[in-house]
C-alpha cells in the first residue's frame, strides 16, 4: 500500500492521506494506562517535523492532549510550513480553563499556563474552543473539525445534537472549515449522528481494528451508504497489536484480559509465519474498507513514526489474510488487501 495515497472527504474532496499522524502521544502527558505516551517537546516536534519530510500530510490533535500541549506542539512542528500543503484536524467539546492554583506563567518551553479541561459541546463553546485552538495552533483556519466525546456526560449528546452540530454545520456552509464530523470510542453514538446530520468524517478510536470487528457489521455499512469516511484511530488498541505480548499490555485503555491476549497471540503466530509483522497487518487490515480514508497511528519517537510509515508499504502474502480468516480471527465480510 502506499501510505501517500489521498482519498477525498465531504463536498471539499478535501484530500485526507491513508496514513495520518495522530497527536495524543505527542502532548507529553503520561498517564498509568499509557494513553498519551511520554513524548517530551523537543521529541514530539522531532517527530512532527520528520512526518512532513517523510511525506505525512495530515496531522490531528485536540485541546484534550496535553491540555493544549498538543496543539502548540504542531504549531512548532509545522512552523514555516506552507498552510495548504497539508491537512489539520481538532476538536471541540473541551475548553481550557485556567486550573485553580496552577501556574499562570508561560514561562516553559510550550509557552502555556496550567489548564484544566471543562467537557462542554454549547454552541458559544464551538466557537470559543475553535478560536482558542487557531490561537495554540498558531493558523489561520482548520481543515476538519471533530465533536469529540460527547459520552462523556450524560448531557453530551443532546447538547451536541442541538448545539454543537449545528454550529459546526454553520460553519461549514460559511468556508470557515471544510469538512465536520464526531471522535470517539464508540460507534452506536456516531451511528446516531450520521443518520442525523449531513457528516463527512467520523474518527472512530479502537473499533475497527485487526482485533476488535464490533464496527463492521452495522456502523461501516452505515458509513459507505451515507458516503461518510472513518479515520482509524487506535489501530493498535492502545498497545495490545504494536508490543510484546509476553508481558503487560492495555486493551482499550486498560489492562487486556487474556481471552483478548490469547487473540492477539494467535493473530501473530500467523502474521509471524508468513514474515509479516503484527503492526503491518493492523495498519493494512484497517485501511482495506472502503470506508475508512485514513488510519492515524500515534508515535513516541521518530523510530516509531518511520516503522508506521514502513508498516504500511510492507507487502502482506494473501495467504496470510486467508489463514486469519479459516481460524476465525477476522470475520468473512471484512475487506483485506488484494
Given at each position: 500500500?502506499?501510505?501517500?495515497d489521498?482519498?477525498p472527504v465531504?463536498?471539499?474532496?478535501?484530500?485526507?492521506?491513508?496514513?495520518g499522524?495522530?497527536?495524543?502521544?505527542l502532548?507529553?502527558?503520561?498517564?498509568a494506562?499509557?494513553?498519551?505516551?511520554?513524548?517530551?517537546?523537543?521529541?514530539?516536534v522531532?517527530?512532527?517535523?520528520?512526518?512532513?519530510?517523510?511525506?505525512?500530510r495530515?496531522?490531528d490533535?485536540?485541546?484534550?492532549?496535553?491540555?493544549?500541549?498538543s496543539?502548540?506542539?504542531?504549531?512548532?512542528?509545522?512552523v514555516?510550513?506552507?498552510?495548504?500543503?497539508y491537512?489539520?484536524?481538532t476538536?471541540?467539546?473541551?475548553?481550557?480553563?485556567?486550573a485553580?492554583?496552577?501556574?499562570?506563567?508561560t514561562?516553559?518551553?510550550d509557552?502555556l499556563?496550567?489548564?484544566?479541561?471543562v467537557?462542554?459541546?454549547?454552541r458559544?463553546?464551538v466557537?470559543?474552543?475553535?478560536?482558542?485552538?487557531l490561537e495554540r495552533?498558531?493558523?489561520?483556519?482548520?481543515?476538519?473539525i471533530?465533536v469529540?466525546?460527547p459520552d462523556?456526560?450524560?448531557?453530551g449528546?443532546?447538547?451536541?445534537?442541538d448545539?454543537?452540530?449545528?454550529?459546526l454545520i454553520?460553519?461549514r456552509e460559511q468556508?470557515?472549515i471544510?469538512?465536520?464530523?464526531?471522535?470517539?470510542?464508540?460507534?452506536?453514538m456516531?451511528a446516531?449522528?450520521v443518520?442525523r446530520?449531513d457528516l463527512?468524517?467520523?474518527l472512530l478510536?479502537g473499533?475497527?481494528?485487526?482485533?476488535?470487528?464490533?464496527g463492521?457489521?452495522?456502523f461501516?455499512?452505515?458509513?459507505?451508504?451515507?458516503?461518510v469516511?472513518?479515520?482509524?484511530?487506535?489501530?493498535?488498541?492502545?498497545g495490545?497489536?504494536?508490543r510484546?505480548?509476553?508481558?503487560?499490555?492495555s486493551?482499550?485503555y486498560?489492562?487486556?484480559?487474556?481471552?483478548?491476549v490469547d487473540?492477539?497471540?494467535?493473530?501473530k503466530?500467523?502474521a509471524?509465519?508468513?514474515g509479516?509483522?503484527?503492526?503491518?497487518?493492523?495498519l493494512?487490515?484497517?485501511?482495506?474498507?472502503?470506508?475508512?480514508?485514513?488510519?492515524?497511528?500515534?508515535?513516541?519517537?521518530?523510530?516509531?513514526?518511520?516503522?508506521?510509515?514502513?508498516?504500511?508499504?510492507k507487502?502482506?502474502p494473501?495467504?496470510?489474510w486467508?489463514?486469519?480468516?479459516?481460524e476465525?480471527?477476522?470475520?468473512?465480510?471484512?475487506?483485506?488487501?488484494a
Amino acid at each position: 500500500m502506499n501510505p501517500f495515497d489521498t482519498i477525498p472527504v465531504g463536498d471539499a474532496n478535501l484530500p485526507v492521506m491513508r496514513l495520518g499522524l495522530g497527536g495524543a502521544p505527542l502532548s507529553g502527558m503520561v498517564l498509568a494506562d499509557g494513553l498519551y505516551g511520554g513524548s517530551a517537546r523537543d521529541e514530539a516536534v522531532r517527530i512532527i517535523k520528520r512526518a512532513y519530510e517523510l511525506g505525512i500530510r495530515y496531522f490531528d490533535t485536540a485541546p484534550l492532549y496535553g491540555n493544549g500541549r498538543s496543539e502548540v506542539r504542531f504549531r512548532d512542528g509545522l512552523v514555516g510550513v506552507p498552510r495548504d500543503s497539508y491537512v489539520l484536524s481538532t476538536k471541540i467539546g473541551r475548553v481550557l480553563d485556567p486550573a485553580p492554583g496552577g501556574s499562570t506563567s508561560t514561562d516553559n518551553p510550550d509557552r502555556l499556563p496550567d489548564l484544566i479541561a471543562v467537557n462542554t459541546w454549547t454552541r458559544d463553546n464551538v466557537h470559543r474552543s475553535i478560536e482558542d485552538s487557531l490561537e495554540r495552533l498558531g493558523m489561520d483556519r482548520i481543515d476538519i473539525i471533530y465533536v469529540h466525546d460527547p459520552d462523556q456526560e450524560t448531557f453530551g449528546e443532546q447538547q451536541a445534537t442541538d448545539e454543537a452540530f449545528p454550529a459546526l454545520i454553520e460553519l461549514r456552509e460559511q468556508g470557515t472549515i471544510k469538512a465536520i464530523g464526531c471522535g470517539m470510542n464508540l460507534w452506536e453514538m456516531p451511528a446516531r449522528f450520521v443518520r442525523r446530520f449531513d457528516l463527512d468524517i467520523i474518527l472512530l478510536a479502537g473499533r475497527y481494528t485487526l482485533l476488535d470487528h464490533s464496527g463492521l457489521s452495522e456502523f461501516l455499512p452505515l458509513c459507505v451508504e451515507r458516503n461518510v469516511k472513518i479515520a482509524v484511530g487506535g489501530p493498535y488498541n492502545s498497545g495490545i497489536l504494536a508490543r510484546d505480548l509476553d508481558g503487560p499490555v492495555s486493551f482499550n485503555y486498560e489492562p487486556a484480559p487474556a481471552e483478548l491476549v490469547d487473540r492477539a497471540r494467535k493473530l501473530k503466530a500467523i502474521a509471524n509465519h508468513h514474515g509479516v509483522d503484527l503492526k503491518a497487518a493492523a495498519l493494512q487490515f484497517v485501511l482495506a474498507h472502503p470506508a475508512v480514508a485514513t488510519v492515524i497511528p500515534g508515535a513516541q519517537t521518530v523510530g516509531e513514526l518511520e516503522q508506521n510509515i514502513s508498516m504500511v508499504e510492507k507487502h502482506i502474502p494473501g495467504g496470510m489474510w486467508r489463514d486469519m480468516r479459516n481460524e476465525g480471527l477476522i470475520p468473512d465480510e471484512a475487506p483485506t488487501p488484494a
